[in-house]
């Protein structure tokens, strides 16, 4: 257990729709990770937070954003969803360099 | 951009034999990470490592950096249905967690 907790854990939903993926971090921690993986692009750094504030930004679509809040939980908002957002989505908090992942939220797009 | 190759893709063996995996990047690198990732669960990390020609041991698990710091591997012995799983190599960025991960080397250990 990373103590990272991630929901929900699976998500069917259909093309055009809009969800939530929520995480929480572990106690103390002040950063959050989003990652998405699929099969062909592997794991891929979405977007970086820190005690709220937005770190880093990798190859995140426009379609989706995130917030981290001020008891430090953070969401994914996927939006206009399409075939290809079908993926894992890990959250992960840190301390330094050292990642400590969630166990995913599997989305699915019909 | 700084790409991570990991070689094999695919790896099928019996449980006992030894195997070695590795990970290639276009450029130097300051640190590199393997984490070890079992389905429907998210990446472990097994090692940081930071300095050319290092080599640390965890347990039957040999990781070796490169003199170059562009290279590293990952040495199993004796290898165990138990390491069964995605071995990701992945680049560090500063003193964040941001980091980009290789495609992975999928290791089946059939007892």
């Known amino acids: 257990d990373s103590g990272v907790t991630q929901t929900p854990k699976h998500l069917i939903t259909a093309t055009g729709q809009r969800v939530t993926l929520r995480c929480s971090p572990r106690s103390g921690d002040l950063s959050v990770y989003w990652y998405q993986q699929s099969l062909d692009q592997g794991l891929q750094f979405l977007i970086h937070y820190y005690n709220g504030e937005e770190r880093a930004k990798g190859n995140i679509l426009e379609r989706f954003s995130a917030q981290q809040f001020p008891d430090l939980h953070s969401e994914l908002n996927l939006s206009s969803l399409e075939l290809g957002d079908s993926a894992l989505y890990f959250c992960?908090?840190?301390?330094?360099?050292?990642?400590?992942f969630g166990e995913g939220s599997r989305l699915t797009v019909l | 951009t700084q790409l991570l190759e990991q070689s094999p893709q695919f790896l099928s063996i019996q449980e006992g034999e030894n195997l070695t995996v590795y990970c290639n990047s276009s450029s130097v690198f300051s640190s590199l990470q393997w984490y070890r990732q079992e389905p429907g669960e998210g990446p472990v990390l097994l090692v940081t490592v930071v300095t050319g020609g290092e080599v640390k041991k965890l347990k039957r698990l040999t990781f070796q950096f490169g003199d170059a710091r562009k290279d590293s591997s990952l040495h199993i012995t004796a290898a165990q249905p138990g390491d069964t799983g995605l071995y990701l190599c992945?680049?560090?960025?500063?003193?964040?967690?941001?980091?980009?991960f290789g495609q992975g080397t999928t290791l089946q250990v059939k007892p």
């Open positions: 992960a908090s840190s301390v330094g360099r050292e990642l400590f």
């Open positions: 992945a680049l560090g960025s500063g003193n964040t967690g941001k980091l980009i």
